[in-house]
């Protein structure tokens, strides 16, 4: 091999998935389908009209939806009040379906339960091309996607060190990530979460007022210098 041949081999870059499961929170809406060998038996537990839908969308599962109430409990037909705070959506599967059984099936029914988030929403706030409130319909999103859905960042946006602000079950906590750097989707932050705020703080510059960009910032300051050097001779 020449020398240089090595500046020329593509790398390979390996994405650890280091993605937590997440846990359902208060507030957070769930929609949730128990299916059967006999649908008809299990008609109650899903909403009217999920023989038509095609997806699950945050408008329906805000009336048909199961909501995450101040104790942490959902309430379902038949079963009543079950604790789902803290739990995965895998967990939540496993839990309605050992309480179906446990009061209202037989093993034969061969029961099918599924939980789902309706969509993850998350919002942007600061320099990015668009803020506000943002949502994918999707079960897992990254940081990239979910900056390039909001216009991505602004020239005057701070890419080394975008903010997250992520709840948790005992209260918030703050998170920053490198943007610039490939080691950002090696973070144990690269997959967003239901109702992440994303902050793009400003750079300094901007913050100084001395422009958006290299050739402006240069530009301000030699402005600066210039008038600086107008009073300086005047007054002397």
Known sequence: MQQ??????????SLQKLQEP???????????????????????FNPVTDANATATTEES???????????????????????????????IEQLVEKEL?????????????????PGIRYTTLGEFGSQGGQVFYRPEVTLTEAVANAGGF?????????????????GKR?????????????????????????IANPLPQKTLGLG????????SLIGIITTFSILFIRFN
């Open 212 to 219: 958006e960009n290299a050739f402006s910032t240069i530009t």
């Open 154 to 170: 602004n020239l005057t946006g701070d890419m080394r060190n975008l903010v997250i602000l992520r709840q948790y079950p005992d």
């Open 22 to 44: 997440y846990r359902v929170q208060i507030n957070d809406l769930l929609s949730i389908r128990v299916k059967a060998l006999d649908q008809e038996l299990v008609s109650i």
């Open 61 to 91: 599962a805000y009336f048909d939806g199961y909501k995450v109430d101040r104790q942490g409990e959902i309430r379902i037909p038949n079963l009543g009040k079950i604790k789902v705070i803290g739990l995965t959506l895998e967990e």
């Open 101 to 117: 059984l446990d009061k209202s099936f037989k093993e034969e029914a061969n029961l099918y339960v599924t939980v789902r988030l």
């Open 4 to 13: 240089g041949d090595e500046d020329l081999t593509d790398s390979l870059i």
């Open 174 to 198: 703050i998170h920053h990530v490198d943007m610039t750097s490939i080691d950002a989707i090696n973070s144990p932050y690269y997959y967003i979460q239901p109702n992440d705020v994303l």
